[in-house]
């Protein structure tokens, strides 16, 4: 469990470092960070493929996966829609540009703050199954935060909220990892069932993500970088398996 929560933790924290990159550094230009984003989908996909869904179905409960699947892609779609109606909703106000940034910059904290949970769920289903798809779970995740980090700090910056307020709203953020990686320890560790459960539940989630969120961001900023990067991501976590192996 210290082990779990420590490295959730240490996950949950890269949001807090893509914040202070743009705050202290500047952003990234748009390859580099198609690059970046690329790299994040290709790791993310190879872990849903080779670690987590092989595990989840170890027992052979393929009614289990299928659902925890369905679940993982449903929580992190009602995630979005909910900040998407809420955006709409709160953007009928003022028209001044402070006012605007400052108001996506909120709501892509709520948003970010919300998802962060199911990720630490993942996080803490895989750590039950085997400590090495806890680890490359967590890893997964760090490459997609800091991008995160990125994205709620620049409308804020915006926005004008004070760098300190900011910092210390991604440092809230990063705590929803682990609190929802003691869930998924908590609840996805009793049974054999709930372990099938879990670690689908984070493979649905982990698959959203890279579909709705990271390659088509990636591709928007630079298509042959986003590209490049996914192959990069590939073969890294190939290696890094190769090497377990």
């Keep these: 469990m210290t082990e779990t929560v420590f490295i959730s933790m240490m996950t949950g924290l890269t949001t807090l470092l893509g914040s202070m990159v743009i705050l202290f550094i500047g952003p990234p230009g748009r390859k580099l960070l198609a690059f970046y984003l690329g790299l994040s989908a290709g790791v993310m996909t190879l872990v849903i493929f080779v670690d987590l869904l092989p595990a989840s179905l170890r027992d052979e409960d393929v009614y289990g996966a299928l659902l925890g699947c369905c679940a993982g892609v449903a929580c992190l779609m009602?995630?979005?829609?909910?900040?998407?109606?809420?955006?709409?909703?709160?953007?009928?106000?003022?028209?001044?540009?402070?006012?605007?940034?400052?108001?996506?910059?909120?709501?892509?904290?709520?948003?970010?703050?919300?998802?962060?949970?199911?990720?630490?769920?993942?996080?803490?289903?895989?750590?039950?199954?085997?400590?090495?798809?806890?680890?490359?779970?967590?890893?997964?995740?760090?490459?997609?935060?800091?991008?995160?980090?990125?994205?709620?700090?620049?409308?804020?910056?915006?926005?004008?909220i004070p760098k300190l307020v900011i910092l210390l709203l991604a440092f809230i953020i990063s705590l929803c990892i682990p609190l929802g990686a003691w869930l998924g320890e908590l609840y996805f560790s009793s049974t054999p069932w709930a372990i099938t459960f879990g670690l689908a539940f984070a493979a649905g989630a982990m698959a959203y993500i890279v579909w709705k969120e990271i390659a088509p961001s990636g591709l928007k900023q630079d298509r042959l970088s986003a590209q490049a990067g996914m192959l990069a991501g590939l073969a890294v976590m190939v290696a890094l398996h190769l090497l377990e192996g």
Excluded at 85 to 113: C, H, L, P, V, Y
């Design 78 to 160: 009602f995630v979005h829609k909910a900040a998407d109606f809420a955006q709409r909703k709160t953007g009928n106000g003022r028209n001044d540009s402070e006012g605007m940034w400052r108001k996506a910059g909120w709501m892509m904290t709520i948003a970010i703050a919300m998802h962060h949970i199911p990720e630490g769920i993942a996080i803490g289903a895989g750590f039950q199954a085997h400590e090495s798809i806890g680890v490359m779970i967590a890893l997964s995740m760090s490459l997609h935060n800091i991008p995160e980090g990125i994205g709620f700090t620049v409308p804020l910056l915006m926005g004008r």
